[in-house]
């Protein structure tokens, strides 16, 4: 069963920067699609940005300009750089990618912006 392992979450002030990066547990040829969804208390989980092997870009108009989605396709890698942090971006960030025709979640890192 692959596994994703998201790292980088964290607690980070209004208009500070965070680096979450999420990694698939073993080797695998090739991951067509990586991205990331947030999921803010009482909302439902949205799409933040998705990335697919080839590099094309999906962003939410929510995070465009601010967040930037980008992949190691050797180390199975998928990275999130936020910047310009806002309160409104505090949620848990899940990673999900489809491998060999099936859709995997990570288990969500917390990204909390507070002064």
């Known amino acids: 069963q692959v596994q994703l392992v998201e790292s980088g979450g964290g607690l980070v002030q209004p208009g500070g920067s965070l680096r979450l990066s999420c990694a698939a547990s073993?080797?695998?040829?090739?991951?067509?699609?990586m991205g990331w969804y947030r999921q803010a208390p009482g909302k439902q989980r949205e799409l933040v940005a998705a990335?697919?092997?080839?590099?094309?870009?999906n962003c939410a108009d929510s995070v465009k300009g601010r967040f930037t989605i980008s992949r190691d396709n050797a180390k199975n890698t998928v990275f999130l750089q936020l910047n310009s942090l806002k309160s409104e971006d505090t949620a848990v960030y899940y990673c999900?990618?489809?491998?060999?025709?099936?859709?995997?979640w990570g288990q969500g890192t917390q990204v909390t912006v507070s002064s």
């Open positions: 990335i697919t092997s080839s590099g094309s870009i």
């Open positions: 999900k990618a489809l491998i060999r025709s099936s859709w995997y």
């Open positions: 073993e080797r695998i040829f090739s991951i067509n699609i």
